[in-house]
């Protein structure tokens, strides 16, 4: 990279700490005022920093038009895909990629098991919204307020005798999922159907999508499914980076989850 484009591009980290005047930023970049006056010019003529009336500099509009613009065309499930397919690829298993959309939670990719036993989920189709691992994740995510007002208002079929009863037990499904980050449906929507899932967060850290593996308990158990979270977790968090244009950050090993066939 050229050692100006170098300077010019420093200087923006520095600013979004907070406005900064011309010495500051020649302290920070280890170079002459006139150097550092030319690259803030350069950068303010093309609305990246603005100068306020105290001679300070901050980050301009232009840079944040430019970062909303460029998240609304991200497309989630383009660059999900290639890791789904890979997950797919490693365990068989049918994975599914889900977001949160007017009040239901849709899936809008899905990758089909290798096993001649498959899922009737399908793209665009919501998912059954109380007992779904993607939806856990996805809701959990909500603010409290808003958590409660969209329990409150869900009807809770009994699907299986696993299902989630009433709007009670579904918030406190939701709390713990808030804390430890990932969900499962142990056999909430069909008795034979076990499913365990991550989020995929944006650049402020909110959840945005959820994916997830799903098996039948004739080709796996519901420990032998748990125990891929692990990895279910590393393609939720490539997922993100690549999403968010940030590297993957390490996670510390995530606690073995106890197979406890209850009300998911």
């Known amino acids: 990279m050229s050692q100006t484009v170098d300077r010019a591009l420093s200087i923006l980290p520095l600013l979004a700490e907070g406005p900064a005047n011309l010495e500051q930023v020649a302290a920070r ?24 009336a105290d001679q300070r500099y901050r980050l301009g509009a232009r840079l944040f038009a430019l970062a909303q613009q460029a998240m609304e065309n991200l497309d ?10 890979e997950l ?3 365990c ?33 189709k919501p998912v ?21 007002a969209v329990a409150e208002r869900l009807d809770y079929p009994r699907y299986t005798s696993r299902s989630t009863p009433d709007a009670t037990a579904f918030l406190a499904e939701l709390a713990k999922v808030r804390e430890q980050g990932w969900a499962t449906d142990l056999g909430g929507h069909e008795e034979s159907i076990n499913c365990v899932a991550a989020p995929v967060r944006g650049a402020e850290g909110r959840v945005v999508a959820a994916m997830s593996v799903s098996a039948p308990n004739v080709v796996v158990s ?29 996670q510390h090993p995530p606690q073995q989850p106890r197979n406890k066939r209850a009300a998911p």
């Not at 970049?29 to 306020?52: I, N, P």
């Not at 691992?133 to 996805?138: E, G, H, R, S, T």
């Not at 977790?233 to 950050?249: F, H, L, M, V």
């Open 29 to 52: 970049l280890d170079v002459h005022k006139s150097t550092a006056l030319r690259l803030l010019r350069t950068l303010h003529e093309h609305g990246m920093v603005y100068r306020q």
């Open 92 to 124: 068989g298993h049918t994975v599914h990629l889900a977001v949160h959309e007017e009040g239901e939670v849709l899936y809008i990719d899905k990758v089909e098991s290798r096993y001649p036993v498959r899922m009737y989920s399908r793209i665009g």
């Open 76 to 85: 989630i499930r383009e660059i999900a895909h290639p890791h789904l397919a």
């Open 128 to 148: 059954a919204i109380t007992v779904a691992a993607v939806a856990k994740l996805l809701l959990a995510d909500l603010p409290e307020p808003e958590r409660r």
């Open 222 to 250: 519901a420990d032998e499914l748990l125990s891929l979270l692990p990895r279910v977790r590393r393609t939720a968090e490539a997922i993100s980076a690549e999403y968010t244009g940030q590297p993957a950050r390490p």
């Open 88 to 90: 797919n690829a490693a």
